[in-house]
Structure formats: structure tokens, C-alpha cells
């Protein structure tokens, strides 16, 4: 048995083992931002279901159709054709009639008052009295969501669940289109939006999200397409660019304002790909 010097011997090279170790750890760095970490909710055991031949209209039953129309507005079709316009308003018009359209209401280019009346579902990202809007809507093959984020009000100060990311779940692809985002997303708000596969962008800079913010919001979502949108001039559009070329190698320039895209044609590396528009 140990005697009590012996004892206290011991102990003291311990501690001294034990200080030495904890010194030789390195400091803790900052907290890590928050990112996604998991799949489009909904989408983990969906699988592309046969599209009738009667109903295929170019599009196959794992595909989807993205149009660019203008502003912060586009153009989803679905192949059992159900077609989705985003951040409908009065003034960039889809050339073909939606049965779902969503709506941002941070400036009159993100919604109407007056949507027409053949549209099915007219989906609010807001609420008149201040409290979160929550659609979670499943129309033939598609599902749309929505996860409320804040914008700024006129005084500067901030205004609660004023904007909506709308998610769109169809064919197996996560499509998220961001609205007038103007803060970075909480780990809640990536949990709740999930992994997407595409993602729509607003990139002005400056009456959304900044440059580098928006860059964080990116690189949390780790989308493989996104698809520039919310730009002004040719100059807004290529500040952005030049901007996530530090980030991303891979910039696209379509010639065209549509493309068709499905799981297994999505980029190998993250992508920007800017689709021309009003």
C-alpha cells in the first residue's frame, strides 16, 4: 500500500501530467456558422412516380422546368403539369397561367392585391397581423412550403415574418427560392428549409442581404445550382459574379431563359447559373 507521501507524490505528477496535456490543446476557435446538415424534409424516401403518356408535355417524370421571367419572378412546371410562379405581381407576368403562385411583400414586384382569378392557390409569405404565414400545400406532384424570415421595415427597424423562403418539392428536387431575404439563416431556419438542390438567389446587395451575407446564406445551403436573381443592371449582376468566384469556379451564362434540369443532371461541383431575364 502506498504510503501518504507516496500518495501525494503521485498526485502531484498527475496534476502536473493533467495541466501540461490541457495546455498542449489547442484554443477553441469561433463557433461554427450554421449550415445544413440534412436532406429536404419530405423528400428522403420519395421517389419519382410514372407520368401518364397522355399527360408528358416534353418533360419526363423525374424533370422540372425553371423559366426565368424577370425580377424575382419564375416559371416552375412540374411534369404532371402544374406550373408555379414565384413572387407574382402586377408587373413581370408569367406568359403561361399558374395554378400556384407565391408572394413576397417587401416592395409592390413581389405581390399583388389583385392576383387573377384562375389561380387555385394564391400563397402569402406573410400575415396581416404580424404572425408567421405557414403553407404547406400538395397539388398532383408538387409540394409547396414555406419557412417566415424578417425584413426590414422603412424606419430601418425590423419587421417579423414579413418575407417567406418557399420551398417546392418536385420529382425528387429541393428548389428554394429565397424571396427578399435580409438576414443570414438561423440553424432552426436551415433545419427547417432543409438540403436543397437548387436554389434562387436574390444578388443585389444592397435592398436585400449584402454580398457577403448572401454568400453565407450559399454556403450554408450548399445548393449545386443556384440561379442569380433581384439584379438590376448587367454591373449588379456582375459585382455578384466576380464576388462568388472566390467562392465557387464553376459560373454559367445561359443563352436562354429556360432550362430543364432533374437529380441526376445537377452539377457534379456547386454552380451559379444565371439564366437571362427582364
Same mark, same amino acid.
Given at each position: 500500500?502506498?504510503?501518504?507521501?507516496?500518495? #501525494?507524490?503521485?498526485?502531484?505528477? +498527475? #496534476?502536473?501530467?493533467?495541466?501540461? #496535456?490541457?495546455?498542449?490543446?489547442?484554443?477553441?476557435? =469561433?463557433?461554427? &456558422?450554421?449550415?445544413?446538415?440534412?436532406?429536404?424534409?419530405?423528400? @428522403?424516401?420519395?421517389?419519382?412516380?410514372?407520368?401518364? +403518356?397522355?399527360?408528358?408535355?416534353?418533360?419526363?417524370?423525374?424533370?422540372?422546368?425553371?423559366?426565368?421571367?424577370?425580377?424575382?419572378?419564375?416559371?416552375?412546371?412540374?411534369?404532371?403539369?402544374?406550373? $408555379?410562379?414565384?413572387?407574382?405581381?402586377?408587373?413581370? &407576368?408569367?406568359?403561361?397561367?399558374?395554378? $400556384?403562385?407565391?408572394?413576397? /411583400?417587401?416592395?409592390?414586384?413581389?405581390?399583388?392585391?389583385?392576383?387573377?382569378?384562375?389561380?387555385?392557390?394564391?400563397?402569402?409569405?406573410?400575415?396581416?397581423?404580424?404572425?408567421?404565414? /405557414?403553407? %404547406?400545400?400538395?397539388?398532383?406532384?408538387?409540394?409547396?412550403?414555406?419557412?417566415?424570415?424578417?425584413?426590414?421595415?422603412?424606419?430601418?427597424?425590423?419587421?417579423?415574418?414579413?418575407?417567406?423562403?418557399?420551398?417546392?418539392?418536385? +420529382?425528387?428536387?429541393?428548389?428554394?427560392?429565397?424571396?427578399?431575404?435580409?438576414?443570414?439563416?438561423?440553424?432552426?431556419?436551415?433545419?427547417?428549409?432543409?438540403?436543397? %438542390?437548387?436554389?434562387?438567389? =436574390?444578388?443585389?446587395?444592397?435592398?436585400?442581404?449584402? *454580398? %457577403?451575407?448572401?454568400?453565407?446564406?450559399?454556403?450554408?445551403? &450548399?445548393?449545386?445550382?443556384?440561379?442569380?436573381?433581384?439584379?438590376?443592371?448587367?454591373?449588379?449582376?456582375?459585382?455578384?459574379?466576380?464576388?462568388? &468566384?472566390? %467562392?465557387?469556379?464553376?459560373?454559367? $451564362?445561359?443563352? *436562354?431563359?429556360?432550362?430543364?434540369?432533374?437529380?441526376?443532371?445537377?452539377?457534379?461541383?456547386?454552380? @451559379?447559373?444565371? *439564366?437571362?431575364?427582364?
Amino acid at each position: 500500500m502506498a504510503t501518504f507521501p507516496r500518495l #501525494a507524490a503521485l498526485t502531484a505528477i +498527475a #496534476a502536473a501530467s493533467g495541466l501540461a #496535456a490541457a495546455l498542449a490543446q489547442p484554443a477553441p476557435g =469561433p463557433a461554427p &456558422k450554421p449550415e445544413m446538415m440534412e436532406n429536404c424534409p419530405g423528400l @428522403v424516401s420519395q421517389r419519382p412516380r410514372a407520368t401518364p +403518356a397522355s399527360l408528358r408535355v416534353a418533360l419526363n417524370a423525374d424533370q422540372v422546368r425553371i423559366s426565368y421571367i424577370g425580377h424575382s419572378t419564375f416559371l416552375i412546371e412540374s411534369p404532371r403539369l402544374v406550373r $408555379i410562379a414565384t413572387d407574382y405581381n402586377d408587373y413581370v &407576368k408569367s406568359p403561361i397561367p399558374p395554378n $400556384i403562385v407565391t408572394m413576397n /411583400r417587401a416592395h409592390s414586384t413581389h405581390y399583388t392585391d389583385h392576383p387573377e382569378t384562375a389561380i387555385r392557390h394564391v400563397l402569402r409569405g406573410w400575415r396581416p397581423d404580424g404572425s408567421p404565414a /405557414r403553407h %404547406d400545400l400538395n397539388l398532383q406532384d408538387v409540394r409547396v412550403r414555406n419557412v417566415p424570415t424578417n425584413i426590414r421595415d422603412w424606419g430601418g427597424g425590423t419587421e417579423r415574418h414579413g418575407n417567406s423562403i418557399f420551398i417546392f418539392e418536385i +420529382a425528387n428536387l429541393c428548389i428554394a427560392h429565397l424571396g427578399h431575404l435580409h438576414h443570414t439563416l438561423t440553424q432552426e431556419q436551415l433545419n427547417e428549409i432543409g438540403r436543397v %438542390d437548387i436554389v434562387m438567389v =436574390p444578388v443585389d446587395g444592397t435592398m436585400t442581404l449584402d *454580398l %457577403d451575407g448572401m454568400v453565407e446564406v450559399l454556403q450554408a445551403l &450548399k445548393a449545386p445550382l443556384m440561379i442569380p436573381m433581384h439584379y438590376f443592371s448587367s454591373f449588379t449582376l456582375s459585382r455578384f459574379l466576380e464576388r462568388v &468566384k472566390q %467562392d465557387w469556379a464553376s459560373v454559367e $451564362i445561359r443563352d *436562354l431563359p429556360s432550362m430543364v434540369v432533374s437529380k441526376t443532371t445537377l452539377p457534379a461541383t456547386p454552380t @451559379v447559373m444565371v *439564366l437571362p431575364g427582364r
